[in-house]
């Protein structure tokens, strides 16, 4: 080639269009593979020269983010840099494609860390984990993070005595990573998914000593925070307390050279144990290896595996039991070859040998949802076997008894309100904002939630107020400010009894920012809050001033529960759902009645492969819950990144952002949408700690009005039907998609390539209609995009149904078995409902009217058809409505049952003019 032979101007690889580090470092890494792979288009010495430089360049850029990490060692970037200053490219690139073919799968993480220090060890590039994969599936690997201000060879030298003492055969592996400061620990935390375990010793300094400006799209939350003036002995407190706060599930060990004093109980309480840097190594590696082992254990799951490989003899109940109905059968040990043995040996009846009973657990069950308290952050944790439709009527029933009023959600699940009849509690129906252009609703605002709340208090049933229920986060992604709504709750009842349902948001526990918007995490922040004595100062003040806007400190009670359907959102089989319990007055108030609705819903013969996989899905989310949430977050990101930017995908279909699903005066950040094409990755902490409502990234719904298909049309005929692809749920004009942490970046790939797939044949459909066609094209699209139904709140319980004509809640359960006399119902066409209303009469649903989508019930036994309902049923184009059959009608009580003449009061006559 001729001297005037130049480098490709490759694409930059810019941090501020990645949502993590994780894909930005690897795209670094295979980048400069490819640059060092160029040298053989090379053939002058000052091109070779230039492409030196440029894989400086890089590895300066890797360097600033491999120091968080133990793998590749600091010896193997050094080598990698003397091979670019010596413009050895051939080995450069050897080595440089080994690294990517490592880090990019994660195989590192599969191998055996050996004891070798710096270069001299053979493979020449100072790699110090085995070159064959390890085999063993019981094998872990993890790292320690060690905050010292070491030299580099104080840290090489305590790393070698760290890997020397271990036991080479040990299934649990792991290196170390070495940092010095403050911001660099939290750093290394926030990038390093394989940090399991923290030493940090008193003395480090608060600031990074290394620039870490190209690395601020993704710390800018650590660097806004300046501790620089603490001394050195409060900053080893202060980052174990941050560490807490940001991941709660790692173990944290403190080393010093003072002896602490038995008072000091915040240090004493904070560290797992205390260590004096005179002393040993082994003391801290074999504490390091019991707190890992202590968070593997899954005792349940262990029981059962032990059990199956028992010898027994059955005289019992299950003849599947051991398979021995299954494998002897002429007929179908078809379902043995598919299952396996091992299914069938760890089914049993039995509650004795190493098992334990749901219903009084003593055992490994009870153990093992200590563990799942400990996990999720509860003080009582229940494991639940037929789904959390069953753990919410076990919750409802547990706590509130006939004649108590609930706040709940018009738009929750349908278990909830069929809760409310089996536990004869009198519901006050909350109205969601709506989203009439998508069919869907957002959430409850707070405060409507205050005016309902206020309302009873005037009307003087403030004491059979018991609970307030509500979706979080809801179906759509709409989360609440947790803290804030029970707060304000508090400050008006403050033995309030909250119940969040996070049926699709278990794994929120396991990132900091969703962690806060949690009911666990909320219940012990105000209870922490309360207690404190600033707090009581600040109450005090503001009542002598007459301000009582503040809950009373000596008044209050945390009573917070949560329902979390573990199989939709983290590792579970089926049905596997838990109760968390964060409640004051559990041991004086409910423990005895929520143990009785336990019993009642619970099955005799809970399924053993659920409860061992509860158990096992809480041990994966305390190592790797951390790496599999942010992960299915970044993957969501990059999915909308790919549709927003693609024109094809833009011309059919629109990603939903933050604007679209929340209202401006819920959002006082004024975040606008997660990724913005000009400025990158926008920041979500100000929304998160602030917003009254934000949207979970992790669902993603799309609005596909413009390709004139429906949504429960599209997802049978394309999505399904010709990919394969499945979804959480449509509405007539949107479809929703969720990653979870089983997503895999694969499949996202698909559903991208699937997307433009569609396009190009909505595309090609089009080119070949006839003009009558495009007009027919262009009024379903008029019709999906232009005239959506406006969604109707909740009208009011009919006067039949309350206590007092004026009375906000009612009487569901009376109105429910009502039904069970066919003499008090009769059905009426849409048409004829309407006409009755115009005359004067008053229609009341005689059941629960639920279409899909939305979801709900638009309609519950007792509540007054209002002319709104009507319109939207009418104009609702879905196949699914329970509880409504076209060709009959809906189910009505009977004019004559509900008063003389079936005049409605004054309060109805206005709701039907207002209609």
Known sequence: MSENESLPKWHKISAKDYYNVNQYRVDLWNRMKE???????????????????????LLQQLGCIERYWAYPTRHVMDQLLAYAQRLDFTSFNKLASDLVKDISSESYRQRRVRPTLHMENGNGNGDTHDDQREGNVDFHYFELLFVDNLSLTEEDELREKFLRIKDPNDPIQYDVVFVRSFQDALIALKFNYNIQSVMIRYGVGFSSEHSVVGL??????????????????????????????????????????????????ETLDLFRRIFYRQEDVQEAHLSIRRAIQERYDAPFFKALVDYSKRPTGVFHAMPISRGNSVFKSHWIRDMGDFYGRNLFLAETSATTGGLDSLLQPTGSLKKAMHLAAEAFGSQHTFFVTNGTSTANKIVLQGLVKPGDIVLIDRDCHKSHHYAMVLSGAYPV?????????????????????????????????????????????????????VQRVMEEVLAIKPDMIFMWDEAWFAYARFTKIFRTRTAMYSARVLQDKFRSGQYRARYAAATAKQQTAMVNPDQVSIRVYSTQSTHKTLTSMRQGSMIHVYDEDFKRKSEESFKEAFMTHTSTSANYQILASLDIGRRQMMFEGYELVDKSVEMSMSLRDKIINNPLLNKYFKVLVIEDLIPKKYRPSGLTMYYDPSHGWNELDTAWEGDEFVLDPTKMNIFIGNTGVNGDEFKSKYLMD????????????????????????????????????????????????????????????????????????????HPYFKDHPSALEGDLRKAFFMVYDEEHCEHLGLAECQEALSNGRVPVSANFVIPYPPGFPILVPGQIVSADILNFMIKLDVKEIHGYKAELGLLVFKQALLGPSGEAGNEVKNLIKKS
């Open 216 to 265: 601020k799209p993704f710390i800018y939350d650590i660097l806004k925070c300046d501790h620089s003036k603490e001394n050195e002995d409060s900053l080893a407190l202060l980052l174990g307390r941050k560490i807490q706060q940001f991941r709660p599930e790692l173990d944290i060990f403190f080393v010093t050279d003072r002896t602490l004093d038995q008072t000091d109980t």
């Open 35 to 57: 640059t060092s792979a160029y040298h053989i288009h090379l053939s002058h010495k000052k091109s070779h020269v230039q492409l030196g430089h440029e894989l400086e360049k």
């Open 429 to 481: 129906y909350l109205d969601s904002y709506p989203l009439s252009d998508y069919t869907m609703y957002g959430a409850v605002p707070l405060a409507h939630i205050k005016e309902k709340l206020l309302g009873l208090k005037a009307e003087g049933k403030l004491e059979r107020v018991k609970m307030l229920l509500l979706t979080n986060c809801t179906f759509d992604g709409i989360v609440y400010n």
């Open 722 to 797: 010709q990919f394969g692809i499945q979804v959480n749920k449509t509405t007539r004009n949107s479809v929703l998609f969720m990653a979870n942490i089983g997503t895999t970046r694969s499949s996202t790939a698909y559903l991208t390539g699937v997307l433009v797939r569609i396009a190009k044949q909505l595309d090609d459909a089009q080119r070949s209609m006839s003009r009558d066609e495009l007009r027919l094209l262009d009024k379903k699209v008029r019709n999906l995009v232009e005239e959506c139904p406006p969604l109707p709140d909740f009208s009011a319980f």
